[in-house]
């Protein structure tokens, strides 16, 4: 049974930088597909970014050039290097990790981006 759990949340100015983790308890299999999705409140849970256990990263539009994901596989920990930060980055950033399908949840960081 996979466990995931965030940390680095938190409050930043707009412009600034955050860089929230992800670890993970349990077997990692090399199928696995780990990412970040973040909500609003009253809105959809939206994709930000996700990473193969290769390697392969996807992005949001609304994130590329300021956010990077990665991942340290031995260390079961993934990363999201937030830059340039906005006021509209402001959400609850969830951890997911996706096996054949099914789906894990970490409990969520929240992050404002506020001056």
């Known amino acids: 049974q996979v466990q995931l759990v965030e940390s680095g949340g938190g409050l930043v100015q707009p412009g600034g930088s955050l860089k929230p983790s992800c670890t993970a308890s349990?077997?990692?299999?090399?199928?696995?597909?780990m990412g970040w999705y973040r909500q609003v409140q009253g809105k959809e849970r939206e994709l930000v970014a996700t990473?193969?256990?290769?390697?392969?990263?996807n992005y949001a539009d609304s994130v590329k050039g300021r956010f990077t994901i990665s991942r340290d596989n031995a260390k079961k920990t993934m990363y999201l290097q937030m830059n340039s930060l906005k006021p509209e980055d402001t959400a609850v950033y969830y951890c997911?990790?996706?096996?054949?399908?099914?789906?894990?949840w970490g409990q969520g960081t929240q992050v404002t981006v506020s001056s």
């Open positions: 349990g077997t990692i299999l090399s199928i696995d597909v």
């Open positions: 990473i193969t256990s290769g390697g392969t990263t």
């Open positions: 997911n990790l996706r096996r054949r399908g099914a789906n894990v």
